[in-house]
């Protein structure tokens, strides 16, 4: 089992850039998220999804665009990418919500310049 | 909004030794679920130990366990016989009950000295 998988690991972009950060598992799980996480902050949720066909807005959506077309993926765009937006990156995955155990992608470690 | 507030940014402890990472948190719900990650260099999220309000024993894994004060909405995680492969970052996080969302705390850097 690969459990969650993001590409790529590091990213430079310049200004006014768009990309495509990567989330796939083979869990099986309904909920996905994306996370940014930035020293002295933590993490903090950015979209999520309950299911293929459903996402929804977290903490700090702003400047991005996610889709779930299928239950496996759930990328995470970047429409124009400012340097406020470098940090590193967190897709997670699980099976339930609660006590359920969130599993997390190594992470995506983006710089923009 | 429910808020998680880790105190210490850094802790140190000999190997061996015993550290406890604090904890407090801010939610006018009387169920949620708490949580504990630890992050080493690989940036790998990793759960160490979960606790449910509800629940008044405190959890425990192996040399993992947790202090879960409800009324003083505090949950510290205490690490016995501290080893190398314990330094990490550690999040703790809150999750309310049908929700998706953790909420972090900001995090503790702990060394382990040898």
């Known amino acids: 089992n690969a459990g969650v998988t993001q590409t790529p690991k590091f990213q430079v972009l310049k200004t006014g850039q768009s990309m495509t950060l990567q989330c796939a598992q083979d869990?099986?799980?309904?909920?996905m998220s994306w996370y940014r996480q930035d020293p002295g902050m933590g993490l903090r949720l950015i979209h999520y999804?309950?299911?293929?066909?459903?996402?929804d807005q977290g903490e700090v959506p702003n400047g991005y665009n996610v889709s779930r077309s299928t239950t496996e993926d759930f990328p995470l765009r970047l429409l124009s990418a400012a340097p406020s937006q470098t940090s590193v990156y967190f897709c997670?995955?699980?099976?339930?919500?609660?006590?359920?155990?969130?599993?997390f992608g190594q992470g995506t470690r983006l710089t923009v310049v | 909004a429910q808020t998680v507030t880790q105190s210490q940014p850094e802790m140190s402890v000999q190997e061996a030794e015993t550290v406890t990472l604090s904890c407090t948190y801010d939610?006018?719900?009387?169920?949620?679920?708490l949580f504990w990650y630890k992050q080493p260099p690989s940036r790998q999220m990793i759960l160490v130990i979960r606790?449910?309000?509800?629940?008044?024993q405190n959890a425990t894994e192996n040399r993992f366990s947790v202090n879960f004060q409800k009324a003083a909405k505090s949950f510290s995680l205490k690490i016995s016989d501290s080893q190398l492969g314990d330094a990490a970052m550690y999040f703790c996080?809150?999750?309310?009950?049908?929700?998706?969302?953790?909420?972090f705390g900001q995090g503790t850097r702990l060394t382990i000295n040898p």
């Open positions: 606790q449910e309000a509800y629940k008044q």
């Open positions: 999804s309950v299911g293929a066909g459903i996402t």
């Open positions: 939610t006018s719900e009387s169920d949620y679920y």
């Open positions: 997670a995955s699980s099976k339930g919500r609660g006590n359920t155990e969130a599993f």
């Open positions: 996080a809150y999750r309310r009950p049908g929700a998706q969302k953790l909420v």
């Open positions: 869990m099986n799980h309904e909920y």
